[in-house]
């Protein structure tokens, strides 16, 4: 009898156990049938749009791909999923008015192709081209020479090829002919390299951009690789993928002429390392991957002196998560301008007390998140710019304790998610020109009412870029600014009531950007906007006709892309 109940038991708990694995075969089947259709709702619009255009591509539709890339509003273009092209569709891309276009997939491209893209030239600004375009190949893993010349004459700010692991010397020295923009130098960034030989950092030293060069898979270097890289005269070189240099490399790497060098991969350095180094004559030294230093190495550090040029010395130590009195105090001693210490999430009394002894134009302490107004009094001791940007939390106490330590003329809360009443008449009595709160997820109207009495001045700005959406009442109470300038870019859309509020501000700059299409109704409204200009740089392609007919009725400047104004012109 009881081995039959045993048996019954076993048999119930099999029974059980299969029918738990069908159900979870039979939920998860379903789930993944279910899952491309939660996605698809998740696209953005950004998304929705790359799609049409790789399948314009793939289906080599001509006109639809036209058609496609002026209505195209975005500043990337991501095109990750296209590994082949043509010449005729290169030269169509070439055309949209974005920032960028990213390939990852694509193994490579002819000449035909690669000269239609060097014809890239981004959105017209009045100078024919976006400064700072740029082309990513990352997808390439080899290139030839003649591509290599060819896209060398590209005129944008940035070429990236950061897919190839390896180039011969005589790619090399093609690619160092890339001159790009010459307002704004240019980027060659070739991060998949792992390893060079002496002959390819001799040609790449060449390299006639002068803005930076991008060498930040490079795990070591040899002393003679460094002396070649150090005479590269460009802006920036950045080799944030060496974990450890020795003496020779850091003396040879500090001959660098350049403005600024980058060293953030490094994880740990020597006193002798960091003495090597701090003869850098650049700008910036940047060494952000140290995690913690000894008072030793920070002693070291603070003798870099910087440019002597440009009389300029910044000390970036942004890695680093705490740091001890002993090392504060050396820190302190630096003599440079800037002292970047962002990494720091806090810091206690006896280090602020040693901090404050840097008399430097401006100590960056942007990570840190919650302060006690005594911390916060004993920093603001030090004689220049206290920059403590990244507060999750101010009250009128921490509020007053940064008006009067001010000595410039902004006030950025660029992580405050929220703000009380209190805190904000405070506020409201600050004597500067800007105040940025760009994290704020919402706000009441007697919140702003308070905020905007501070902008009486002409020349005052209120940026508030973090708000997704406001209530007709909070844009009713914003419209009472009276200060230069309001920014307001977070918002992806707004009603006809909200667009009426915003209109009857009374100050010369309304910035909209983050809007990407208005309705006939939002049109009218913000067309009445009395300020002289009006931002909508977001907006897409104007299809309908009457929204473009009602935006050339605004009496200022509306600042928005080419394409948009392109078809606003046609009904002035």
């Not at 030294?285 to 440009?310: C, H, M, N, W």
């Not at 206690?348 to 911390?375: C, F, M, S, W």
């Not at 844009?475 to 009426?500: C, M, N, R, Y």
Request: proline residues 3%.
């Amino acid at each position: 009898m009881k081995i039959k109940n045993l048996l019954i038991i076993i048999l119930t708990i099999v029974i059980f156990i299969t029918g738990f694995l069908i159900y979870d075969k039979t939920r998860k089947v379903k789930d993944i049938e279910q899952q491309p259709e939660t996605q698809i709702k998740e696209l953005s619009q950004q998304d929705i749009a790359i799609i049409e255009i790789e399948e314009a591509i793939k289906n080599n539709n001509i006109p639809k791909l036209e058609e496609l890339i002026s209505q195209y509003g975005w500043d990337k273009l991501y095109l990750n999923n296209i590994t082949s092209i043509t010449p005729e569709v290169a030269g169509i891309l070439a055309k949209q008015e974005g920032k960028g276009v990213y390939f990852n997939s694509l193994p490579s491209i002819d000449k035909q192709t690669a000269e239609a893209f060097t014809s890239f030239k981004g959105r017209d600004a009045g100078m024919g081209y976006v400064l700072g375009t740029e082309l990513y190949f990352d997808g390439f893993r080899s290139i030839d020479i003649e591509i290599a010349e060819e896209l060398a004459k590209f005129n944008g700010g940035l070429l990236s090829f950061n897919g190839l692991t390896s180039i011969t010397p005589d790619v090399a020295m093609a690619l160092a002919k890339y001159e790009g923009n010459y307002l704004t130098g240019s980027t060659l960034s070739l991060n998949g390299l792992v390893s060079i030989d002496i002959d390819i950092a001799m040609a790449l030293k060449k390299f006639r951009g002068w803005g930076s060069l991008q060498l930040n898979g490079l795990a070591s270097i040899t002393p003679e690789v460094a002396r070649e890289l150090a005479q590269y005269e460009g802006d920036c070189l950045f080799l944030n993928g060496l974990p450890s240099i020795t003496p020779e490399v850091a003396r040879e790497l500090a001959q660098y002429e350049g403005d600024r060098l980058f060293l953030n991969g490094l994880t740990s350095i020597t006193p002798e390392v960091a003495k090597a180094l701090s003869v850098f004559q650049g700008s910036r030294l940047s060494l952000d991957g140290l995690a913690s230093i000894t008072p030793e190495v920070a002693k070291a550090l603070s003798v870099f002196q910087g440019s002597r040029l440009y009389l300029r010395s910044e000390l970036s130590l942004n890695g680093l998560t705490s740091i001890t009195p002993e090392v504060a105090r050396e820190l302190a001693q630096y003599e440079g301008d800037h002292l970047f210490l962002n990494g720091l999430p806090s810091i206690t009394l006896e280090v602020a007390r040693e901090l404050a002894q840097y008399e430097g134009d401006r100590l960056h302490l942007n990570g840190i998140i919650l302060i006690e107004p005594k911390i916060l009094r004993e920093l603001t001791k030090q004689r220049g710019k206290i920059e403590i940007d990244g507060l999750t939390f101010i009250n009128p106490e921490i509020v007053q304790i940064l008006m009067d330590s001010a000595n410039s003329s902004g006030l950025w809360f660029d992580k405050l998610i929220s703000i009380d009443l209190e805190t904000a008449k405070v506020l409201a009595t600050w004597w500067g020109r800007h105040i940025g709160m760009n994290s704020l997820l919402s706000i009441t109207p007697e919140v702003v009412r308070e905020l905007v009495s501070w902008g009486g001045k002409s020349d005052n700005s209120l940026s508030i870029d973090g708000l997704t959406s406001i209530t007709p009442e909070v844009a009713k109470a914003l419209s009472a600014f009276q200060g230069w300038q309001l920014s307001l870019d977070g918002l992806a859309s707004i009603t006809p009531e909200v667009a009426k509020a915003l209109s009857a501000f009374q100050c010369s700059r309304l910035g909209l950007n983050g809007l990407t299409s208005i309705t006939p109704e939002v049109a009218k409204e913000l067309s009445k906007f009395r300020g002289q200009f009006i931002e909508m740089e977001g907006l897409h392609f104007i299809d309908l006709e009457e929204v473009a007919q009602i935006l050339a009725g605004y009496h200022g400047d509306l600042e928005a892309r080419s394409s948009v104004l392109q078809e606003i012109e046609k009904y002035k």
